[in-house]
């Protein structure tokens, strides 16, 4: 009963098995060998697991803000056996105070265009916050460039997340490296990614 009720609540997100190398890729170069990652919107929970499994050096924080998806990440985590994945924290990147201690990195997939600009702004605060030193901030997912799209199917996805809800979108990277920088971070690296998407590595600016 125990192993069906965890089957029962770990979900399964298609896109996760097509760009979770491509993203563990990246951060194995840039996380750091140990300390502790806050991923905001963990989903699934997933990609929690494929990186966490990867990099046992690290101390992964998974949250998402659904009890849905974080029955899922406990689910996962259960079934893989890991122990350096905590309990997943119920977390919204708008609120103002974030139930985490201080972390070394924070991550976050896929999760800026299907929220409204406002969860952005929130990701940006509480990452100032939380992050030690000149901690890593990693955002995954597709942007605009220049007012442009990267592809047709990038603008075609645009399209379809306004009409499900007009505050989503792909957002413009200029504006998201504006409001990082207003929050002191800078953008490191910028990594082009399979299917149109990109990685931005921003860290906080040196005090």
């Known amino acids: 009963m125990l192993d069906w009720e965890v089957d029962r609540d770990a979900l399964t997100a298609p896109a996760v098995a097509r760009n979770r190398d491509a993203i563990l890729a990246v951060l194995r170069r840039v996380l750091p060998a140990d300390g502790s990652v806050l991923e905001i919107a963990s989903g699934s929970g997933e990609h929690a697991i494929h990186i966490a499994a990867a990099l046992p050096g690290l101390t992964w924080l998974p949250s998402d803000p659904e009890p849905e998806a974080r029955r899922s990440i406990a689910a996962h985590t259960r079934l893989a056996g890991?122990?350096?994945?905590?309990p997943p924290l119920a977390l919204d990147a708008h609120a103002s105070a974030w139930p985490t201690g201080r972390v070394d990195a924070v991550v976050c997939i896929n999760m800026i265009h299907i929220a409204p600009w406002s969860a952005t702004e929130g990701l940006m605060a509480g990452a100032a916050r939380v992050l030690t030193g000149t901690g890593l901030l990693f955002l995954y997912g597709p942007f605009r460039e220049d007012g442009q799209h990267s592809a047709e199917s990038n603008a075609a996805f645009d399209v379809s997340l306004r009409a499900r809800d007009p505050e989503w979108g792909?957002?413009?990277?200029?504006?998201?490296?504006?409001?990082?920088?207003?929050?002191?971070?800078?953008?490191a690296e910028r990594v082009a990614m399979p299917a149109n998407n990109t990685s931005l590595i921003f860290r906080r600016a040196e005090s």
Do not use: K
Not at 82 to 86: E, G, H, K, S
């Open 82 to 86: 890991l122990t350096n994945i905590r």
């Open 170 to 187: 792909v957002r413009d990277l200029e504006a998201v490296a504006a409001l990082a920088a207003r929050h002191g971070f800078v953008l």
